[in-house]
């Protein structure tokens, strides 16, 4: 249960009782948005324990990961460690949940690289400045979103959008990190010339052996030790191996393999991008993705844990906590952030209690970067690269698609447009077609909903659909037509034409159609109209217009539009039974019920 208190401190004795109450309103409000406040104003030292030794457990992912996926973005490798100390430190303030471990994220690293590095044109400091910016303008984008409340918006990515994107995105990151485990670079921005640069790379000779050992091995060591011993830290292991084998037999020089080198000794300071505004529109949209595809990882990570942990979780302080971060992090040379499936577990698994884990482990990269940058110099790239592909083959998700494709054909084909979109045509791009065409498919399935003409099944009770139940008898005269979903501008025609094929297709003649209108929520004016098309084409028929189960609300609108003026204010009933019933009243049928045997 959550058993942090949240009553605002006493303030000193003699405190005019106005200010008192200024005071604990103040500290309600602080509290409301900086939910780490009142967990350090709560703190218990039972909880420290934990804490310190989460985060220095913690300490040892963040740099290698944190490295391995700035490098896989395009940037120099200490901006991943940059990126991994301000946004803990933000969100341990800003942040709801109380595990949570933000930094960079693999998902976010091709749509960043895809960004920067062509706006970059092979300028580094260029790159960072672009990379600070688009942090920036995610986490505005993220503060917006969160202020609003709009926090849903980030249901747009649905799972197969998010399925298709991330195989992509994995299949992308991969291809790029591979030159880099055979010991060459490729320089080409789309996913087909990559690979033929690799191909070809590897063709004409040009990998370094000893390189392709360690980054191969490095790989095999992680793969084997999150499949056969998840408590142990394969990256860990991995990256300390490859770096004193490296340091040991000087391998930048004696096997010519690139590796970190120097890092700068210091902490990042304060330093707000240079970029023009052309610059900045180039970057919106993508900032706008970012922003989406950050939340919607971490609304579902931070809800699962705070399931554990008996609290609860506000979405959209998790769209406000993360922009500030992004925020930190491109205002102090990091770049996009994002919540960590791999390194929450790690931080959860070492015993962590609270925002503290992240701070001593922001701290403790800190520490290294003043007192010991030595230590990473020695580094191969090709083990960076390794963590990466792991961490690319731990999301890659090629078992939902088949899921998908057994399932759901449409949404498999939504999928594979998100899959073939991001991979082949651009991240941005493929994302802006595939969320296009799942509006495009909401309004289609808006624009032609599912609807049934109903009839009583012999020894089952209520009426039923028809083309599900053949067997089914209908009331002669009376055709029970039910509609499952809101009538508005997009599909009152398309009701109208329906229910006169209903009426047209029943196996008697007509003499009352019954709207069956449980399921409709909402009728608007151009609606309305169809409703008094339809009504005045049955009635030139000879047939009745009647209603069971419509809301009352619903019908207080068209009673506003001055729809009932037209069609009858009489013409209502609650049920489908009620409205079977009112007919044989006033109509002579040869009709016996089942139950009335």
Same mark, same amino acid.
């Given at each position: 249960?959550?058993?942090?208190?949240?009553?605002?401190?006493?303030?000193?004795?003699?405190?005019?009782?106005?200010?008192?109450?200024?005071?604990?309103?103040?500290?309600?409000?602080?509290?409301?948005?900086?939910?780490?406040?009142?967990?350090?104003?709560?703190?218990?030292?039972?909880?420290?324990?934990?804490?310190?030794?989460?985060?220095?457990?913690?300490?040892?992912?963040?740099?290698?990961?944190?490295?391995?996926?700035?490098?896989?973005?395009?940037?120099?490798?200490?901006?991943?460690?940059?990126?991994?100390?301000?946004?803990?430190?933000?969100?341990?303030?800003?942040?709801?949940?109380?595990?949570?471990?933000?930094?960079?994220?693999?998902?976010?690293?091709a749509v960043i690289a895809a960004l920067i590095l062509p706006m970059a044109a092979g300028s580094v400091e260029r790159a960072i400045a672009l990379a600070g910016m688009l942090a920036i303008l995610s986490g505005i984008c993220s503060l917006l979103i969160g202020l609003a409340r709009l926090g849903m918006v980030a249901d747009l990515l649905s799972k197969p959008i998010?399925?298709?994107?991330?195989?992509?995105?994995?299949?992308?990151?991969?291809?790029?990190?591979?030159?880099? %485990?055979?010991?060459?670079?490729?320089?080409?921005?789309?996913?087909?010339?990559?690979?033929?640069?690799?191909?070809?790379?590897?063709?004409?000779?040009?990998?370094?052996?000893?390189?392709?050992?360690?980054?191969?091995?490095?790989?095999?060591?992680? +793969?084997?030790?999150?499949?056969?011993?998840?408590?142990?830290?394969? %990256?860990?292991?991995?990256?300390?191996?490859?770096?004193?084998?490296?340091?040991?037999?000087?391998?930048?020089?004696?096997?010519?393999?690139?590796?970190?080198?120097? +890092?700068?000794?210091?902490?990042?300071?304060?330093?707000?991008?240079?970029?023009?505004?052309?610059?900045?529109?180039?970057?919106?949209?993508?900032?706008?993705?970012?922003?989406?595809?950050?939340?919607?990882?971490?609304?579902?990570?931070?809800?699962?844990?705070?399931?554990?942990?008996?609290?609860?979780?506000?979405?959209?302080?998790?769209?406000?906590?993360?922009?500030?971060?992004?925020?930190?992090?491109?205002?102090?040379?990091?770049?996009?952030?994002?919540?960590?499936?791999?390194?929450?577990?790690?931080?959860?698994?070492?015993?962590?209690?609270?925002?503290?884990?992240? %701070?001593?482990?922001?701290?403790?990269?800190?520490?290294?970067?003043?007192?010991?940058?030595?230590?990473?110099?020695?580094?191969?790239?090709?083990?960076?690269?390794?963590?990466?592909?792991?961490?690319?083959?731990?999301?890659?998700?090629?078992?939902?698609?088949?899921?998908?494709?057994?399932?759901?054909?449409?949404?498999?084909?939504?999928?594979?447009?998100?899959?073939?979109?991001?991979?082949?045509?651009?991240?941005?791009?493929?994302?802006?077609?595939?969320?296009?065409?799942?509006?495009?498919?909401?309004?289609?399935?808006?624009?032609?909903?599912?609807?049934?003409?109903?009839?009583?099944?012999?020894?089952?009770?209520?009426?039923?659909?028809?083309?599900?139940?053949?067997?089914?008898?209908?009331?002669?005269?009376?055709?029970?037509?039910?509609?499952?979903?809101?009538?508005?501008?997009?599909?009152?025609?398309?009701?109208?034409?329906?229910?006169?094929?209903?009426?047209?297709?029943?196996?008697?003649?007509?003499?009352?159609?019954?709207? %069956?209108?449980?399921?409709?929520?909402?009728?608007?004016?151009?609606?309305?109209?169809?409703?008094?098309?339809?009504?005045?084409?049955?009635?030139?028929?000879?047939?009745?217009?009647?209603?069971?189960?419509?809301?009352?609300?619903?019908?207080?609108?068209?009673?506003?539009?001055g729809t009932l003026d037209i069609i009858g204010h009489d013409i209502f009933a609650p049920t489908v039974g009620s409205a079977v019933n009112i007919y044989r009243a006033t109509h002579e049928v040869n009709w016996k019920d089942w139950d009335e045997v």
């Amino acid at each position: 249960m959550d058993d942090t208190p949240h009553a605002p401190p006493l303030p000193a004795p003699g405190t005019p009782p106005d200010t008192m109450q200024r005071v604990g309103q103040l500290f309600t409000l602080l509290q409301r948005w900086m939910p780490g406040l009142a967990t350090l104003c709560h703190y218990k030292m039972a909880w420290l324990f934990h804490d310190l030794g989460a985060g220095l457990v913690l300490t040892a992912i963040l740099v290698p990961v944190g490295m391995g996926y700035a490098e896989a973005s395009g940037l120099p490798a200490i901006h991943g460690l940059y990126a991994s100390i301000i946004p803990l430190l933000a969100y341990a303030l800003f942040g709801p949940s109380r595990i949570l471990v933000l930094g960079p994220d693999s998902t976010l690293t091709a749509v960043i690289a895809a960004l920067i590095l062509p706006m970059a044109a092979g300028s580094v400091e260029r790159a960072i400045a672009l990379a600070g910016m688009l942090a920036i303008l995610s986490g505005i984008c993220s503060l917006l979103i969160g202020l609003a409340r709009l926090g849903m918006v980030a249901d747009l990515l649905s799972k197969p959008i998010r399925i298709g994107f991330l195989n992509a995105i994995a299949l992308t990151v991969l291809v790029g990190q591979f030159p880099k %485990v055979f010991g060459f670079s490729v320089k080409a921005d789309g996913l087909l010339e990559k690979t033929a640069l690799l191909v070809q790379g590897i063709a004409a000779g040009q990998t370094n052996p000893v390189a392709l050992l360690i980054g191969a091995g490095c790989l095999a060591l992680i +793969l084997l030790i999150a499949h056969y011993r998840r408590r142990w830290p394969g %990256v860990l292991m991995a990256v300390v191996l490859a770096t004193a084998v490296s340091a040991v037999f000087n391998l930048a020089d004696s096997a010519h393999i690139s590796v970190v080198g120097s +890092l700068p000794q210091g902490l990042p300071h304060w330093q707000f991008p240079q970029v023009s505004l052309a610059d900045v529109q180039l970057l919106l949209p993508g900032a706008v993705i970012i922003s989406l595809l950050s939340f919607a990882d971490t609304s579902v990570l931070s809800r699962l844990l705070a399931q554990r942990g008996g609290y609860q979780v506000h979405q959209n302080q998790e769209m406000l906590a993360l922009g500030m971060a992004n925020m930190a992090a491109g205002l102090f040379q990091g770049f996009s952030v994002s919540a960590s499936a791999s390194r929450t577990p790690v931080a959860e698994a070492a015993g962590s209690k609270t925002q503290l884990t992240g %701070v001593v482990g922001a701290l403790a990269v800190a520490g290294l970067l003043m007192l010991a940058p030595w230590l990473l110099q020695s580094l191969p790239s090709a083990a960076l690269a390794a963590v990466v592909i792991a961490a690319c083959l731990s999301f890659a998700d090629v078992a939902g698609m088949r899921e998908l494709y057994r399932l759901n054909k449409i949404e498999f084909a939504l999928s594979l447009t998100s899959f073939f979109g991001v991979a082949l045509i651009g991240v941005i791009e493929g994302i802006v077609i595939t969320l296009a065409l799942a509006m495009l498919l909401l309004l289609w399935n808006t624009w032609h909903p599912y609807f049934a003409v109903l009839a009583r099944l012999d020894g089952t009770k209520g009426y039923h659909d028809i083309s599900r139940h053949p067997e089914g008898r209908q009331v002669p005269g009376l055709v029970l037509f039910r509609w499952d979903a809101q009538l508005f501008f997009a599909n009152g025609e398309v009701f109208r034409e329906e229910a006169k094929h209903a009426v047209a297709s029943a196996p008697t003649p007509t003499h009352r159609l019954v709207v %069956v209108a449980d399921a409709i929520t909402n009728i608007d004016i151009t609606a309305a109209d169809a409703l008094v098309s339809l009504y005045h084409e049955l009635k030139h028929q000879g047939i009745e217009l009647c209603f069971a189960g419509l809301k009352g609300q619903i019908k207080d609108r068209l009673h506003a539009y001055g729809t009932l003026d037209i069609i009858g204010h009489d013409i209502f009933a609650p049920t489908v039974g009620s409205a079977v019933n009112i007919y044989r009243a006033t109509h002579e049928v040869n009709w016996k019920d089942w139950d009335e045997v």
